[in-house]
C-alpha cells in the first residue's frame, strides 16, 4: 500500500501564489506517474497536471498551463504543486494521486492511490 498526505493548502487573494506538497509513504517504489487533481462544491473531480515517474514529462490541463508547475523530488518521495497568479475558479480541494501504471493519464479511475485533500480558496 502507499499512503500519500497533501499539505500547503490556504486561503489567499487572487493573485497570489500557494505551493502544495504531496508526501508519499509505503510501498513507493510501486509507484510511477503521479498527479494533482481537484474538486470545487457540486463539481465533478477534475485533472490538474500530471508527472511521470521519472520526472522528465509533465502534463497540464489547458486551465492551469502557465501558472502551474508540477515537479517530483523522488530522494524525498514527494510531489509538489507550484501555483501562481491564483484565480477564484481555482479555488477546490486539491487531491495527490498516484499510479502503478506508466502513461500519464487524466482521468481519475486510471489512478491507485489517493490522499485526503487540502483545501485552496481563492479570495476575489
Known amino acids: 500500500q502507499v499512503q500519500l498526505v497533501e499539505s500547503g493548502g490556504g486561503l489567499v487573494q487572487a493573485g497570489g501564489s500557494l505551493r502544495l506538497s504531496c508526501a508519499a509513504s509505503?510501498?513507493?517504489?510501486?509507484?510511477?506517474?503521479m498527479a494533482w487533481f481537484r474538486q470545487a462544491p457540486g463539481k465533478e473531480r477534475e485533472f490538474v497536471a500530471a508527472i511521470s515517474g521519472s520526472g522528465t514529462i509533465t502534463r497540464y490541463a489547458d486551465s492551469v498551463k502557465g501558472r502551474f508547475t508540477i515537479s517530483r523530488d523522488n530522494a524525498k518521495n514527494t510531489l509538489y504543486l507550484q501555483m501562481n497568479s491564483l484565480k477564484p475558479e481555482d479555488t477546490a480541494v486539491y487531491y495527490c494521486?498516484?499510479?502503478?501504471?506508466?502513461?500519464?493519464?487524466?482521468?481519475?479511475?486510471?489512478?491507485?492511490?489517493w490522499g485526503q485533500g487540502t483545501q485552496v480558496t481563492v479570495s476575489s
Open positions: 494521486a498516484a499510479s502503478r501504471g506508466e502513461l500519464l493519464r487524466t482521468t481519475p479511475r486510471t489512478y491507485d492511490y
Open positions: 509505503g510501498r513507493t517504489f510501486s509507484i510511477n506517474p
